[in-house]
């Protein structure tokens, strides 16, 4: 059974920084690109960023610059690096693996940036 557990959400000011954590089990990590997304409320699910099994990244341009994805194979988990945030960057973060079977989701975890 594959499960995702997002950690590291919190409330923060405007500028300031939080590194989001994902730990995968059920998969062999190694094996799969991750991805982070979030959703806004009103709005939807958009894909933050992506890295792949190489550690290739690619960012959504509202976030390039400011936050990097990174993973530890050895740690089965993803992170997310949040810098300079901003009140735009409020959402639930989502951590997302694709299998050869289906799309798996986290449980996500609430970031808040307040002005």
């Known amino acids: 059974q594959v499960q995702l557990v997002e950690s590291g959400g919190d409330l923060v000011q405007t500028g300031g920084s939080l590194k989001l954590s994902c730990v995968a089990s059920g998969i062999i990590f190694g094996a799969h690109g991750m991805a982070w997304y979030r959703q806004a409320p009103g709005h939807q699910r958009e894909l933050v960023a992506v890295?792949?099994?190489?550690?290739?990244?690619n960012y959504a341009d509202s976030v390039k610059g400011r936050f990097t994805i990174s993973r530890d194979n050895a740690k089965n988990t993803a992170y997310l690096q949040m810098n300079s945030l901003k009140p735009e960057d409020t959402g639930v973060y989502y951590c997302?693996?694709?299998?050869?079977?289906?799309?798996?989701w986290g449980q996500g975890t609430q970031v808040t940036v307040s002005s």
């Open positions: 997302h693996v694709r299998t050869s079977i289906r799309h798996y």
């Open positions: 890295i792949t099994t190489g550690g290739t990244t």
